[in-house]
């Protein structure tokens, strides 16, 4: 199915020539313990993120979803349980992405959620019924291909050099085992700061 407006979606987060930004987004969590350790080692380098937030893993660990907010990240909604949302009617996208965002603030009442991530990068409908509920639809530059089977850090580390300026960087902290890929971007992040890159979160304007 085509989709009206997907030239809004966003792909790129501001950067400049001098300094090139890059701006790390992690899906399909919360996940203990790879979103705790993850966290871990941002608040340790000071690196804002954006978390792809699964409905159903928002209310198994809503623990996490206010470490998440309490250390100053970025929410995005990425639907009630990672299903295609590509064939959908408007009515059945509507009702998944609410009762995410419905989700998410019975935990987190006063957190913004600016974003929303379409599973699979399937959109139909979902680019306008998410703009009708206030959230932009979050693409990426780079898919670093962490799902299962989950390549080791190495490779990980490998494909995280196609980072462009002022991409956005998807990876995954939930829907398996992510240990490799918080093992890659502990790697990658000191790596990217000696050759003078800088981490952002994208803007709504884009």
């Known amino acids: 199915m085509d989709s009206p407006g997907l030239g809004d979606v966003i792909r790129y987060a501001p950067t400049d020539p001098v300094a090139p930004t890059v701006a790390l987004t992690f899906d399909d969590g919360p996940n203990p313990p790879d979103t705790v350790e993850l966290l871990d080692l941002l608040a340790r380098e000071q690196v804002p993120a954006v978390f792809c937030l699964v409905g159903v893993q928002v209310q198994a660990h809503p623990d996490l979803v206010r470490r998440i907010v309490d250390d100053g990240h970025v929410l995005a909604n990425h639907s009630w349980r990672h299903d295609d949302l590509g064939e959908l009617p408007p009515d059945a996208v509507r009702a998944d992405l609410q009762r995410t965002l419905d989700a998410i603030h019975a935990v987190v009442p006063d957190a913004p959620v600016p974003f929303f991530r379409a599973p699979y ?11 009708e509920l206030g959230m932009r639809t979050l693409d990426w530059q780079l898919a670093v291909e962490d799902w299962d089977p989950a390549p080791p850090a190495d490779v990980l580390v490998e494909r995280l050099g196609g980072i ?5 960087v998807l990876l995954h902290d939930g829907g398996g085992d992510r240990s490799a890929t918080v093992e890659a971007v502990r790697r990658v992040i000191p790596r990217l700061r000696a050759d003078g890159w800088t981490f952002t979160v994208p803007r709504l304007d884009g």
């Open 121 to 131: 990068g399937h959109y139909g409908h979902a680019i306008v019924v998410a703009a």
């Open 164 to 168: 462009e300026p002022g991409g956005v």
